[in-house]
T-cell receptor
Framework: GQQVMQIPQYQHVQEGEDFTTYCNSS?????IQWYKQRPGGHPVFLIQ?????EVKKQKRLTFQFGEAKKNSSLHITATQTTDVGTYFC????????????FGQGTELSVKP | GAVVSQHPSRVICKSGTSVKIECRSL??????MFWYRQFPKQSLMLMAT?????????EQGVEKDKFLINHASLTLSTLTVTSAHPEDSSFYIC???????????FGEGSWLTVV
């Protein structure tokens, strides 16, 4: 079945270092979404990428959508302790509207 | 502010009892809502799709008789965990969107502990 894979599972960085998480889908996606879940919290929508090769920035966060629309990445420049949490990518199901297929998530910890 | 509200945020119940969790879309109508379950340090696992006015669609491996879903109105879906057991203890989250292709909003989640 349709799968979304995400690596790494965990990433520990020193504050100020960069961080990247990668997402790969088994199928071509119409869009890809990124969510952040703080410890003990619920997923919060960060961004949606739609176009092939699209790059979007939100302050220190850079999101990319691959040319084939099967992979994506989230890069954080100069991490801060407020970046701590788990980052999930998610793609829509190809045959069920509104259903999201989530990656396993990358848990980011930042050492001050 | 929150556009999808979930209640209760935390609940403790005894084994064998039933617990109801509510998911409300606050300022929009949602014909479809989704219920997820999340174990610690793991991803969100879709349990079922809640359809207003019709039966929920359950994912493979999810017991429909144990996890009862009712989507009685366009702004409310409920998940009832029946005859709860300690292994049902988990974080349950709902989501909804204004329509297909729109941003999906998650509820705050409900921590269920069965003792």
């Amino acid at each position: 079945g349709q799968q979304v894979m995400q690596i790494p599972q965990y990433q520990h960085v020193q504050e100020g270092e960069d961080f990247t998480t990668y997402c790969n889908s088994s199928t071509t996606l119409s869009n890809i979404q990124w969510y952040k879940q703080r410890p003990g919290g619920h997923p919060v929508f960060l961004i949606q990428l739609v176009k092939s090769g699209e790059v979007k920035k939100q302050k220190r966060l850079t999101f990319q959508f691959g040319e084939a629309k099967k992979n994506s990445s989230l890069h954080i420049t100069a991490t801060q302790t407020t970046d701590v949490g788990t980052y999930f990518c998610a793609g829509p199901s190809y045959n069920q509207g509104g259903k999201l297929i989530f990656g396993q998530g990358t848990e980011l910890s930042v050492k001050p | 502010g929150a556009v999808v509200s979930q209640h209760p945020s935390r609940v403790i119940c005894k084994s064998g009892t039933s617990v109801k969790i509510e998911c409300r879309s606050l300022d929009f109508q949602a014909t479809t809502m989704f219920w997820y379950r999340q174990f610690p340090k793991q991803s969100l696992m879709l349990m079922a799709t809640s359809n207003e006015g019709s039966k929920a669609t359950y994912e493979q491996g999810v017991e429909k008789d144990k996890f009862l879903i009712n989507h009685a109105s366009l702004t409310l879906s409920t998940l009832t965990v029946t005859s709860a057991h300690p292994e049902d203890s988990s974080f349950y989250i709902c989501s909804a969107s204004r329509g297909f292709g729109n941003t999906i909003y998650f509820g705050e989640g409900s921590w269920l502990t069965v003792v």
